[in-house]
């Protein structure tokens, strides 16, 4: 299989690392590739929302796998937007990375991949747009992955204690679901070797209110966690508080049920025990 990859982020990243023997060829988009040299063994594409290269949209023709992680912006998906003609031509398996974040608030209520989503926020009635787009274009075969909150080497409770940019937001009722990034390049690699589209909340089994996490991460490091903040008085930017605007408990029964996943980081605890025993990861840097 030949492996293509719209938007080289964290977790299509991750994949690679995971999951490249299983390829015949990696390619994947970046914005500048004379500036990455961390991706050693990728070809690298050069993709900032117009219509790229020749050699890049053959290199899209040929693959039997695309992999799209760009997220879209104010004006849509920028991916169907420059090579929707592309796209719409040849069977080939997608993977659309999307969120859970459009399911919108429920109070903290539980909600699977039949609820129909209902965000107030405009990027997540993007995502559902995108999501859309990209089921008329394939056809209807592409597997929909929405992801929860991502965390993993680097990026985790642990980086940002360390770091001093830990912060204990309190706001009653509040929950979110996260994923490790292994859990992201397992459910990655179901829907590859899945027969035919679909949609999967890919999310760990233990839906937390966020102060939670950092309070175990200051246990396992021997450090007292931040001072507790009210939600209501709290300084934070507009796109930090908007995270807080939806709470809701997503159900992952499917994923288990239907690509047969079984996450390696069932609950955040799992999580940040194992990046505390990897040293490597502990003291990764957060880019």
């Given at each position: ?65 695309l992999l799209i ?65 990209w089921t008329e ?151």
């Amino acid at each position: 299989m030949r492996l293509f990859i719209l938007g080289l982020g964290y977790s299509a990243r991750h994949f690679v690392g995971r999951f490249g023997d299983s390829f015949s060829h990696v390619a994947g988009t970046v914005r500048d590739p004379a500036k990455r040299d961390d991706l050693a063994g990728i070809e690298l594409h050069g993709f900032s929302g117009s219509r790229p290269a020749d050699a890049t949209v053959a290199r899209i023709r040929d693959a039997d796998v695309l992999l799209i992680s760009i997220p879209p912006g104010n004006t849509g998906d920028p991916t169907l937007a420059a090579l929707g003609d592309v796209l719409a031509s040849g069977r080939r398996k997608v993977v659309y990375l999307s969120t859970i974040g459009v399911y919108g608030d429920h109070a903290g209520g539980w909600v699977d991949e039949s609820t129909p989503p209902q965000s107030s926020l405009d990027r997540a009635r993007m995502r559902v747009a995108a999501e859309q787009a990209w089921t008329e274009t394939t056809h209807g075969d592409v597997a929909v992955l929405r992801l929860a909150g991502i965390y993993g080497p680097g990026r985790n409770a642990l980086v940002t204690l360390r770091g001093g940019a830990a912060r204990r937001i309190i706001k009653p009722g509040q929950v979110f679901n996260r994923i490790h990034v292994d859990d992201i390049a397992s459910a990655i690699m179901a829907a590859v070797r899945h027969q035919g589209g679909g949609t999967w909340n890919v999310c760990d089994d233990e839906p937390t209110p966020p102060q939670d996490v950092i309070t175990y991460a200051a246990q396992l490091m021997g450090v007292a966690p931040p001072a507790e903040e009210a939600f209501a008085t709290a300084e934070m930017s507009a796109m930090a508080r908007s995270f807080y605007a939806s709470s809701a408990r997503v159900s992952n029964a499917r994923l288990k049920q239907e690509l047969g996943v079984t996450l390696a980081h069932p609950t955040y605890r799992h999580g940040l025990d194992a990046l505390w025993r990897d040293d490597d990861a502990r003291l990764a840097p957060t880019k």
